[in-house]
């Protein structure tokens, strides 16, 4: 069996929704300590619905293809239901990570918790 499904090879090669948001109102970044991979979550979310999302990752192939299928996944959800994204949603959209690998797709859901977390805060401090 090939170590990567087709579309974990989609999404690294042509990953969705890279880039920047320069209004962007929900911002996060995390790392990995141990592989040193790193994930900038851009979240433009208008009446609770996340109208944008855009992502930079400086990491590895699973780490590019987690963040990109992670965007697509909460792309027009409500911030409820994108607050509910998990590692585990994302690896199985898609179908599948190496066990190693699995943590890359954790890395995409602590980047999305934290853009939604800095989101809630500049709400709050309005
Ligand atoms: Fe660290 Fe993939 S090896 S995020």
Do not use: W
Not at 5 to 10: L, Q, R, Y
């Amino acid at each position: 069996m090939a170590l990567y499904s087709e579309k974990v090879m989609d999404h690294f090669r042509n990953p969705r929704n890279v880039g920047v948001i320069e209004d962007a109102n929900g911002i996060g970044e995390v790392g990995n300590a141990k592989c040193g991979d790193i994930m900038k979550m851009y979240l433009k979310i208008e009446d609770d619905i996340i109208k944008d999302v855009k992502f930079e990752t400086f990491g590895c192939g699973s780490a590019i293809a987690s963040s990109s299928m992670a965007t697509e996944l909460i792309k027009g959800q409500p911030v409820s239901e994108a607050m509910k994204l998990t590692n585990k949603a994302v690896a199985e959209a898609l179908d599948g990570l190496p066990a190693y690998k699995m943590h890359c797709s954790v890395l995409a859901e602590e980047a999305i918790q934290s853009a939604l977390e800095d989101y809630r805060n500049r709400k709050e401090n309005k």
